[in-house]
């Protein structure tokens, strides 16, 4: 191979090594978007199978019921709106505004539970125009047919769509590290190739040299 043919070859080879770097630079990043998203899939399957819901029930705990206005009604609470006078059945939001659900807002204090009072209670509350005799708020903490716990009815398709999702991505990343094997090899055998070019180009260069010396 001529000097010549030496350069333009160690210029393709160079060309061809810095292609074959990006590439392995946008493996890399897709395998780190990868470890991104087995991150949120982890966190969104604890959170299915952590997630709690408020039951209510005069009967064993394998038949509870999640809170309604209708079995808290039954068991003998009504749901009162803070600072509506209203209670949550009646409720209107405002234009634009989104009415929150039941035990989000029993959690968070927007929603109290009301109960019949004796006439001495000292928490008589201001009773909303649809209920007539004397109301007290209680605590739901506090309301013994009230039950916080786990919500298991979706666990297992929750570890269904979690295992999916793993094996779909452990299959890309399989396939990355495939093609990361196959650049690597590739890379190296560019490097030796470009080594033994270099030899090449200066040896005909110092040949060169001693023709003029």
Request: proline share 2%; hydrophobic share 35%.
């Amino acid at each position: 191979m001529g000097l010549a043919a030496s350069q333009t070859r160690f210029l393709t080879l160079t060309a061809r090594q810095h292609d074959i770097e990006y590439q392995a630079q946008q493996i890399s990043n897709s395998r780190l978007q990868l470890s991104a998203q087995l991150e949120k899939i982890a966190t969104d399957y604890t959170n299915s199978i952590a997630d709690r819901n408020l039951f209510t029930s005069n009967i064993p705990p394998s038949q509870y019921q999640q809170v309604n206005s209708s079995n808290l009604a039954s068991a003998g609470f009504q749901v009162f709106v803070v600072g509506q006078n209203v209670l949550f059945d009646d409720y209107v939001p405002a234009a634009g505004e989104i009415k929150k659900s039941l035990e989000d807002g029993i959690r968070d204090g927007t929603y109290v539970l009301l109960k019949q009072a004796n006439p001495f209670s000292q928490s008589i509350m201001t009773n909303p125009a649809s209920l007539t005799g004397n109301y007290e708020a209680v605590d739901w903490r506090q309301v013994s047919q009230i039950y916080d716990d786990l919500f298991t009815a979706n666990d297992a398709k929750a570890e269904d769509e979690y295992d999916r999702q793993i094996a779909q991505v452990q299959q890309k990343d399989k396939k990355l590290t495939l093609q990361m094997q196959r650049i690597e090899t590739e890379h190296k055998a560019i490097e030796s190739e470009m080594e033994a070019v270099k030899k090449v180009i200066q040896q005909s260069t110092e040949g060169a040299f001693k023709t003029f010396a």
